[in-house]
């Protein structure tokens, strides 16, 4: 099979522990795209925490896309379009403040290069800043603060704290947006329906690519449904087990350049 396009994982997938693209990573991946191969950078990380990679991987000179949100925007890299886009309904974001206030749990959401928050200092929100180079911006009313509509919201703490927080959201708001937890201590709010292997299905058809010619690359639980769509699957050596047990090939862990192993033995052979 000749493959067209290669969508990856960021976090525990192409990038290593210090969060870092290593050097074999890269350029099999920039000879990939010279070869005629598009990349995808699909994450759960907002679009600003993603366009750094993106640009190490000179992804704009070569047509790749950002899928961030979980797919909930994608981005043509080469002439910045948005291709696809999904949002939170207005009405939830209150209830998802107040049930995040009752909780005393920190909740914020992303406006460009800033993080919008009422706890700047809480731990967790800067890990999350942290790990997509954002600044964060304090605010003292986040409803009157951010801009409506925004794309996700992500409620932060101890994981004991928010176990019964998703439980309950995951009642209240059945049917109207996705919850669940991308880490023990990141409670991620989507809109309904987001998923990676949806919104891949979307760029296919505008970029006219089948998906037995897509290669899917992840680690995690929300890289499942893109492993199964995509017509070869791979699991990084890190990988949850479910992943691993839905894929067609367990590679090496992203502290061995498990993405450049399992692309230089199935696309060195076109």
Request: charge should be negative; proline fraction near 4%.
């Amino acid at each position: 099979m000749k493959y067209k396009l290669i969508v990856l994982d960021l976090d525990g997938t192409l990038t290593n522990s210090k969060k870092e693209i290593t050097p074999r990573n890269r350029e099999t991946l920039i000879r990939m795209q010279e070869q005629g191969i598009r990349l995808v950078l699909a994450s759960g990380r907002p679009t600003y925490g993603i366009v750094p990679l993106a640009n190490e991987l000179r992804m704009n000179e070569f047509g790749g896309f950002i899928l961030s949100y979980n797919g909930g925007e994608i981005i043509n890299w080469e002439t910045q379009e948005m291709v696809y886009e999904n949002v939170l309904p207005n009405e939830v974001v209150p209830v998802l403040y107040e049930c995040a206030r009752t909780h005393q749990l920190s909740i914020l959401t992303y406006d460009g290069a800033e993080i919008i928050t009422e706890n700047s200092q809480d731990p967790y929100v800067l890990k999350e800043a942290f790990l997509n180079k954002m600044a964060v911006r304090e605010t003292n009313d986040f409803l009157t603060d951010i801009t409506l509509p925004v794309a996700k919201c992500l409620i932060v703490g101890d994981s004991d704290k928010l176990i019964p927080l998703e439980a309950e959201l995951c009642l209240r708001l059945q049917g109207r947006i996705n919850v669940f937890r991308s880490e023990p201590y990141f409670l991620e709010l989507v809109p309904q329906g987001i998923d990676k292997a949806l919104s891949l299905a979307v760029l296919l058809k505008e970029i006219g690519v089948a998906r037995e010619e897509v290669i899917a690359i992840g680690d995690g639980y929300n890289d499942l449904s893109m492993i199964k769509f995509a017509g070869l699957g791979i699991a990084m050596g890190n990988a949850q087990e479910p992943v691993k047990k839905a894929a067609d090939y367990i590679t090496l862990s992203n502290e061995e350049d498990g993405v450049a192993e399992a692309i230089n033995k199935f696309c060195n052979q076109q």
